[in-house]
């Protein structure tokens, strides 16, 4: 099946700093890809729609200058959370559904940001 | 806005035994998706089945099987045989099938935690 690899799993980082996740589709073209963010014991919120060459569409309450999304690939998405602070801390979900077809969509294994 | 609610926070069954996640959904269209998606301690989500509103037959993957009341926005999600693998986070969900400006995505539930028995 369908691989997205995200990446990095697990990362930690000091408040006021920058950090980006790299969302990949490994064996397919993705012209859509979707950030979550997942607070513990919750569901998951969308965050924003990331599409191929052009700006991303972001969800009402989503600061879009804090949470960069770009999609510069058919096969890679990432998500750069600008001046993290304690309260970015959580669960961030990236999936892709493949060019061509709207019934798939497949989910990376996630990434835990944790500000101190 | 689609709504999706799932009212059972969480929900026990004993292995073998066959157990009903219940969830239902708000939206004035008649052309979606629904899916159930299981996320396991590894937090991977992981698709167990998927239904198209058009199809009148309810969706089955092996022991999977969902109940699809369209009226009544209804969709549940029967797993037989409980398996102790089956022991997650379920999440019911749903898509609208128009393509165009942000329908594309995905509205998820809150979820209902599933712990199995031995």
């Known amino acids: 099946g369908a691989v997205v690899s995200q990446h990095p799993s697990r990362v930690i980082c000091k408040s006021g700093t920058s950090v980006k996740i790299e969302c990949r589709s490994l064996?397919?073209?993705?012209?859509?890809m979707f950030w979550y963010r997942q607070f513990p014991k919750q569901s998951l919120m969308l965050m924003a729609t990331s599409n191929e060459g052009s700006k991303a569409t972001y969800e009402q309450g989503v600061e879009k200058d804090k949470f960069l999304i770009n999609h510069a690939s058919l096969t890679l998405s990432t998500l750069t959370v600008t001046s993290a602070h304690p309260e970015d801390s959580s669960f961030y979900i990236c999936?892709?559904?493949?060019?061509?077809?709207?019934?798939?969509?497949?989910f990376g294994s996630g990434t835990q940001l944790s500000v101190l | 806005a689609q709504t999706v609610t799932q009212s059972q926070p969480e929900m026990s069954v004993q292995e073998a035994e066959t157990v009903t996640l219940s969830c239902t959904y708000d939206?004035?269209?008649?052309?979606?998706?629904l899916f159930w998606y299981k996320q396991p301690p590894s937090r991977q989500m992981i698709l167990v089945i998927r239904?198209?509103?058009?199809?009148?037959q309810n969706a089955t993957e092996n022991r999977f099987s969902v109940n699809f009341q369209k009226a009544a926005k209804s969709f549940s999600l029967k797993i037989s045989d409980s398996q102790l693998g089956d022991a997650a986070m379920y999440f019911c969900?749903?898509?609208?099938?128009?393509?165009?400006?942000?329908?594309?995505?995905?509205?998820f539930g809150t979820g209902t935690k599933l712990q199995v028995i031995p």
């Open positions: 939206t004035s269209e008649s052309d979606y998706y």
């Open positions: 969900a749903y898509r609208s099938n128009r393509h165009s400006g942000g329908y594309q995505k995905v509205t």
């Open positions: 239904q198209e509103a058009y199809k009148q």
């Open positions: 999936s892709a559904r493949p060019s061509g077809t709207v019934k798939k969509l497949f």
């Open positions: 064996d397919f073209q993705a012209t859509t």
